[in-house]
Each structure stands twice: as C-alpha cells, then as structure tokens.
C-alpha cells in the first residue's frame, strides 16, 4: 500500500514537471558559464541585479574561461565569462557557426603570484616567474629563497587564467609537467597556505581577506617586475594596474552572441555600470577604466 | 604449545586488521560530524544560499538531488524487476543466460565517469535532452541497473519453488503464478536492493557533472528538462572552486554531513527493512 | 551492497507461514475453453517476450556503451596515431607550441594508484574477511557487517573531500612533503573504497567451503589458526583473488576522489608522493571545456573506451575465476 502511495507520488510530481508551462521558466534564465576567476564575482553581481530585477532570473556556472567560450559557441549559454582573449581558432569556429561575439570589460584582475607566508623572497621578475612555471628553475635557492624544491600549483587548460599566464608570462612554452593542476583559485590558495614551498596564481580578488580587508594570513603576494632593471610592483594598488605598472594585469570579460538584448543587456549595463562596478571593487578587483567603458558602449549598440 | 601461540598471534592480526577498519570509519565520521554538525540548522536545510554561497542553505542541492533519484529509480526500479523476472522465472541455463549474467556483472564495474560518457553521448547530445534532470536521472538509472537486478533476482530466488509450482498445479499460467504467488513475497526484498543502489546513485558526482548538475541556480528546478544543483556535486565545488575558501569550509562540511547522512538514512532503511522482513518470515 | 550476497541464509527459512493462494478458476472443457487457452496463450507469449527484451537489456546496455564509445573516439586516431597516443607521455592538448595526445603517463598513474590501494586493501579486507568468518562471535558479525557497508556507502566526494582536508596534511606530515596530494593520498582513499568488494565477496568464499573441509582438518588436529591458513583459504583462493580483482576494478574507475585528492600533475609519476593525474580523473578535468567535435574532444573518449576496456578485461577475469570455481564447486 505504502509502496503504491509513493510510485503515485513520484508520477504525480513527474507529471507536472513535464507539464509544458513548466519549461517556460528556466527557458527565459540567462545562462552565465565560464571563468573561475570570474564566477563569484558574477553570482555576486547575479544576486544584487536579481534584487532589483526579479522577473530576471540569471544563471551563473563556472568550469573555466574554456568552457564558458565553448558554450557561447554551442549555444549553451548567454553570456561566457573568460580571464582571456579568445584565441584566433575560436574565434573562427563561433563565425563558422554563426556566432557572432561582442566583448564587454566588466573588471580587471592584476594576477598575482602567491606563495607561501613563511617564504622570505618578496618579489620575482616577469621571466623569473616564466622559467619557474615552465620547469626550468626548480629550486627557491635559484631565486634566492631556501634550499627546497619549488611546489607548482596552477590551474588546469580549461582555465582563462592558465592560458593567459602561458600566453603573457611562459612566452606561449610549455608549462611544467609537474605543475600540479588544481580545479579552481580557491583551491591553489588553500594549497599554498599549506605548503612551505608552494608557488601559485590566483585572481587578485581572491588574495585578500573580506572581512579583514589585508591579505590573507599565511599567504604572500609577490611583487612582480617586468625584467631585472625594473621596479617591482604589487597587483594590490589600484595606481599600480591602472599605470600598467604591474605587467600581469588583464581584463577580465563577457562575451555575448552578438548585440546583447532584453535581460542579457540590462544586466550587463548594471555590471559595467556604477552598482556593478561598486560591487567588483567591494570584491578585490579593479574598477573598469574609461577606454573600456567606451569600448563596452560601442557594443552596446 | 607452538601450535596455540600461533594461533593466537594469528587471530590478534586478524583482530587487529578489523580494528584498522572500524577506527578509519569511525575517524571520518567523527571529522565529518564535529565540523559539520555546527553548519546544520532549520535554515540550512530549508534555505536557498545566499550571498555568494557563504550563508544561506543547500536546500536547492537537496530537492535537485531527491529530484534526481527520483528518476532513477523510475528508470532502474521496473526495468531491473522485470529483468530479474526474466533471468529468475523465465531464462534456461543457456549461454544466453550466462552471457546477460556477465554483462550485468560487467555493467556494475563500469567506472562511473564512462557512465557520465556515455550519457552525454546518448542523452544529451543523440536525444537532445541536453543537461537536464532527465540526461543526469537516466544515466544514473544505468548506473543503478545492475543492482537493482542483482538484488530483484536475490529476492526473487528466496520465494520457495512449492509456491510456483502449487499455483501451476492448479491451473494457472506462468504470469499468473508470478504475478500472485511470487511477486507479493519477493516485492520487499526487491525493495531493499533498490534502495542500497539508489542510494549509491544519489552520492554519485561523476556521471552528473556533465548531464546537468550546476553549481547556482537562483530557481528551484520546475521541470524536468532543467539543470539543477545537486548535494555531491555541491561538496566537489564548494570544496576545490569556491571562493570564500575558509568561509565556506564549515558548509562544506555540513553539505558532507547532509549527503553521508541521506545515503546512510537510505541504507538503513534497506537494512530495517530487510531485518522486518526476516523477521516476517520466521515467525 | 555486496552485489554477491548470497540468499542462502535465506533459504534455511524456506517453509512460510501461510498457504499460497491461488486466484483463478478452473473452466470446464469445450470450444470456450480452448479459444481462451489460445488468446490467453498468446498473452503469456507476449509477455514472456517482454520479460526477455528486459532480460536482454543488460546486454544491449553493454554493447551500446562499447559501440558508442568506439565510434566517439576513433575519429581521434585518424589525427594521433594509435602508437603514439599509448606510448607518449606527454598529454598537452591545449599546448601552443605543439598539441600532445600521449596518455601512458595517465596509465601509469592509474595503475600506480590502483596497486597502491591494493596493497593495502588486500591484507587488511582479508584479515577483516577471515576474522568475520573464522573468529567473531555472532553478535560481532551482526554489528561488523552493517559497519563494513556504511563505509561502501561512503560516497566517492566525501572521501576526496575528506583526503583534501583531513588525510593530506597528515600524510604531508608523515612523508616530510611539502603538501599532501600525491599518489599515496589516492591510494590511501582508494584503498578505503576497496575494502568493502575485497571484505564482502572474500568472507562469502569463506564460508562457503564445506564444512567438511573444516571439520576434517580440526579432526586431524590442527588449530583453528592452521585450518584457516592452510584449508580454508586456499579452498577459497579463487573467490578471494576474484574479489581482489573487483577491488581492483573499483579502483581503477573511481573519478572523484583521485581528481581532487592527487593533485592532478600530467607528468609521468616519479613515485609514490608524487602527484599524479588518472584517467578517470583527466576526462572529468577536461570535458566540460572542450569544443565539440574536435580532435581533443575525440582524444577524451578514446580515453574512456580505454578505461572501459580495462574495467571490462578486470571484471571478466574476476568473472571467469569465480564461474570456475562455482563449477568446481558442483
């Protein structure tokens, strides 16, 4: 009897999930994938814009800049996150399937190196950190610090951050085979903080500490220099991304299936806008500057 | 004397292997309870998370995944009843017989994520479900087949013989000897197979991870063509690509108390009810 | 669940309180008689045929994973020859100097991870197999058995999660690493998932052998400890080897807790505290971003029908051990 009550039960509910009403609901969410780097500080911008705006449901996925662009290009979702610029094949395979991107700056990232609190090196140049993640320099002691064989950790292909750093920092070589790959910037730092000898990179938005506002204990930003002869710089001074000082800033970016439209533009307008952009700040990342917000008007249109 | 001392030796290694196994368990749980226990509240269980994921409740992962099971076992439960009736009631001893027996046997070693595989194959790209509870529901429901096989054929093998061949004496057909003299006795042992396997199906993270298991959804999931969130998953993501790492720890842990506590609630329910139908039976 | 449990602890209660009960009523002969035989024969036809398309779904369920699997990944071999891809170990796809499709440095990991869970997993779940059977008190059993299935219900990402929070900055500990995800982390909690396969389906062989056996080298004088070890195991070899096996396959397939307690490294392991990266464990990193229909997409579920194949080879050998020694049996 009990048996009977409970299949009538599960039919019940199977039913009037197929009822054909139903799938109106989700069809209208705006589905974001794409980048870790990115995907806190758009559920983020989600929730705030879904307070104003609840007739708009928004999505938000991660996976990684690879997969938001993947699915733009499938038709998976609205709009893709990504820590990177599309690489020229992928550009190509969107137009051959009839997908035409639109690029909008909503933040921008100054990607920090971070090691472990305990290590007493304070800073490294831009190829130091190249050599280092293409295997080449192995020890701390080649850079300076204690006599250890350097922990890598990193993110894995699917990250936008992965290949930035590949493309920006490793001269477009190789990464080292024993860079051990985490799923997501969460779990570089956490690894970091546990490993005396642990390098790794992260978002700078993920560095610093909410509720203390410094950054986190047991972790160290480095400063980077863009070679020998140069100062080195911290990524978390506005003055320093913004003069392009700190060599390993990037922009952190939407893309959308052409001319964004309906809940897809508003939200993005309230990202780029001054909430949104109040909001990425409160979050430990830069504020858009104004050659991007001129950039994001002209796709706007 | 030699012959005691190393018989006594020899039992205390043995003891001793059992104690390795019992303090393992009891040291998981014990880890998982302590911190996790502190996460758990009304609003845990009930709410929606908020702020990024660092407050709020997992109530979403929790109906995603009930939601999820439930179609597995719409999918597993029948078709592993009736294959079981089949290879029980009906099959020779032929090589057909043995060569389904050893697809099964095979089926259940399949590595879960060559599930996952194939789902996305099949369901999601061939039939055009996309990620979906029913892509994600109907893969776990392969996953779960064989057991739910396995144990249907268990219990129907307990239903003694003299009951069949008395309802075939008297007249009736071989359906009907099954459907009334067999398939009352068998149904709860029948049951308590499918529970355990449903319960494994329900802890699974691997072959939803590309079916249609999703991280934030700000809506409940209204039909069945939707992705949803779902508690395994939840635990992978909140543990290895949140954000607020040391903040989230104690919820990840309390989705990890959640979800043991699920599939080892299903489990001892299997386990109740085998204990009262044993029970049934001897007095 | 041990998906060998054996009903023959219920067949003992084989006489059942209350008679069968029949309803259906006897017809007389005649033309009426025999018209219903044959419709009602058709009906049983019918459903005897239903009941066999079920029957046979197992099977077609099998071919269809292996068909599709094959036809996913062999456009991979026509970019990466079939040599290279088993005996390179270099796997970059994403590489911008060169894509590189290698997976022995994967096969490596997995078989490193899968020996290193057997090799704790064996004399422990045989030691907890031959205590259940030869040693403990009936109550213990009672409370033992429940115990060793709560812990094969553990899922897979609680372990993984547990192997990240609790055991590897044990391990780091204990090896004087730097951090804790690596290859014994993974076999560790491997070796955790085995148990329950190795424990259950070894403690059935167990008691499986005739009493005969047990009580005929008792007689002759041996201890108990001897009768175990030189009688009953070896009776039982072929069960406990096949449940060896099924741990093994257990282990080579689980996903989840090797992808988030190894660390993932593609490179080939240089030990044991190295860190690694499975199979199961690359084609759960690298599906979701992949583009469709492209040569690393086809090169992931080459990797899948190689994982398959492996578990499928694992289990018929288990297979065929166990069918033999049934056979022996009778």
């Not at chain 2, 302590?34 to 109530?59: C, D, V």
Request: with cysteine; hydrophobic share 45%.
């Amino acid at each position: 009897m009990k048996i009977k009550l409970a299949i009538l039960l599960g039919l019940i509910i199977v039913g009037l999930m197929l009822a054909p009403q139903a799938t109106q609901a989700q069809k209208k969410m705006i589905q974001v994938k794409g980048s870790d780097t990115l995907v806190n500080l758009v559920q983020i911008l989600a929730e705030e814009f879904m307070n104003k705006n609840p007739q708009t449901p928004i999505a938000v996925l991660g996976g990684g800049s690879g997969t938001g662009i993947s699915g733009l290009i499938n038709g998976t979702c609205h709009i893709a996150d990504h820590s990177r610029e599309w690489k020229q094949s992928e550009i190509s395979q969107a137009w051959e399937k009839g997908v035409k991107p639109r690029f909008f700056v909503i933040g921008v990232d100054g990607l920090s190196i971070i090691v472990n609190g305990s290590n007493p090196i304070e800073k490294l140049t831009m190829d130091q950190v190249g050599a280092i993640y293409r295997g080449e320099i192995k020890n701390w002691k080649a850079v300076g610090g204690a006599d250890a064989p350097i922990s890598l950790y990193g993110r894995q292909s699917n990250s936008g951050t992965y290949v930035f750093l590949q493309e920006h920092v490793l001269k477009n070589k190789n990464y080292s085979p024993d860079m051990k790959e985490m799923n997501g910037n969460a779990q570089i730092i956490e690894s970091v903080m546990q490993d005396q000898a642990g390098i790794g990179y992260v978002g700078v938005g993920y560095v610093v500490d909410k509720d203390t506002g410094k950054v986190r204990k047991g972790l160290k930003v480095l400063n980077i220099s863009k070679d020998a002869q140069s100062e080195a710089f911290s990524p978390l001074e506005k003055a320093n991304i913004d003069s392009g000082n700190y060599p390993v800033a990037r922009a952190l970016y939407q893309a959308t299936n052409g001319k964004p439209s309906g809940g897809v533009a508003d939200f993005i307008r309230f990202e780029v806008g001054p909430e949104g952009q109040k909001i990425v700040e409160r979050e430990g990342f830069f504020t858009i500057g104004a050659a991007h917000q001129e950039n994001n008007e002209k796709n706007f249109k | 004397m030699k012959k005691k001392i190393f018989q006594v030796l020899g039992f205390l290694i043995l003891r001793v292997c059992l104690y390795i196994v019992l303090a393992i368990l009891l040291l998981f749980l014990y880890d998982v309870i302590h911190k996790g226990a502190g996460a758990i509240s009304w609003e845990f269980l009930t709410k929606a998370p908020r702020r990024g994921m660092t407050q709020g409740g997992i109530f979403p992962a929790i109906f995603g995944t009930f939601l999820v099971t439930l179609i597995t076992a719409l999918c597993a439960v029948p078709l592993g009843m009736f294959a079981a009736i089949y290879l029980n009631e009906y099959a020779r001893q032929n090589r057909l017989t043995r060569l389904i027996r050893l697809s099964i046997r095979n089926l259940s070693g399949v590595p879960s994520i060559v599930y996952g595989l194939f789902g996305v194959i099949l369901f999601v790209n061939m039939l055009k479900f996309g990620t979906s509870i029913l892509s994600a529901g109907l893969t776990l429901g392969l996953l779960t087949l064989p057991w739910t096989i396995t144990a249907s054929e268990e219990a129907l093998k307990t239903v003694p013989n003299s009951y069949r061949e008395g309802a075939l004496a008297l007249g009736a057909t071989k359906w009907q000897s099954i459907r009334t003299n067999v398939l009352p006795y068998a149904v709860p042992g029948m049951l308590t197979g499918t529970v355990l396997g449903l319960a494994r199906a329900a802890g699974e993270t691997a072959p939803i991870l590309f079916t249609g298991a999703a991280f934030y959804l700000p809506m409940l999931p209204r039909s069945l063509k939707d992705q949803f969130m779902a508690l395994p998953y939840h635990l992978y993501i909140m543990a290895t690509q949140h954000h607020e790492i040391t903040a989230v720890r104690p919820l990840a842990y309390g989705t990890a108390l959640v979800l043991i506590c699920l599939v080892l609630g299903m489990n001892m329910a299997a386990v109740i009810i085998r204990y009262r139908l044993r029970r049934k039976r001897r007095g | 669940m041990p998906l060998f449990e054996s009903a023959q602890e219920d067949r003992g209660d084989a006489i059942l309180p209350g008679p069968p009960h029949f309803i259906g009523r006897a017809e007389t002969t005649g033309p009426k008689r025999m018209k219903k035989r044959a419709s009602s024969r058709l009906k049983e036809s019918a459903i005897h045929a239903f009941f066999f398309v079920n029957g046979i779904l197992a099977v077609i369920v099998l071919i269809g994973i292996f068909g599709l699997l094959l036809t996913s990944a062999f456009p991979a071999f026509k970019e990466v020859p079939i040599g290279h891809f088993f005996t390179s170990t270099k796997w970059d796809p994403t590489s911008p100097v060169k894509a590189e499709f290698g997976i022995l440095s994967m096969i490596a990991s997995t078989l490193m991870v899968t020996l290193g869970a057997l090799v704790m997993a064996i004399p422990i779940g045989l030691g907890v197999a031959a205590y259940l059977s030869d040693v403990a008190h009936w109550r213990v059993r009672e409370i033992v058995k429940p115990v060793v299935e709560i812990l094969a219900a553990i899922p897979s990402v609680v372990l993984g999660f547990l192997g990240i929070v609790l055991f590897g900055p044990v391990i780091a500990r204990i090896f004087h690493q730097s951090n804790g995800l690596n290859a014994v982390n993974g076999s560790f909690l491997l070796a955790i998932m085995s148990l329950p396969t190795i424990i259950s389906i070894s403690e059935d062989s167990l008691n499986a052998v005739p009493r005969a056996h047990t009580e005929a080298s008792l007689a002759l004088g041996a201890s108990r400890w001897q009768t175990l070890v030189r009688v009953k195991i070896p009776a039982a070899l072929s069960g406990i080897i096949a449940s060896f096996m099924l741990g093994m396959g257990r282990a080579i397939g689980e996903t989840m807790t090797v992808l988030m307690a190894t660390g993932n490294a593609r490179s080939f392991p240089h030990g044991l505290l190295s860190s690694i990266r499975t199979m199961t464990a690359n084609i759960a990193i690298e599906l979701g971003e992949v583009p469709y229909f492209t040569t690393h997409y086809y090169a992931l579920f080459a990797i899948g029908l190689v994982l398959f194949l492996m578990t499928f080879f694992v289990n018929l050998i288990a297979d065929l051990i166990l069918h033999k020694y049934q056979e022996r049996e009778q």
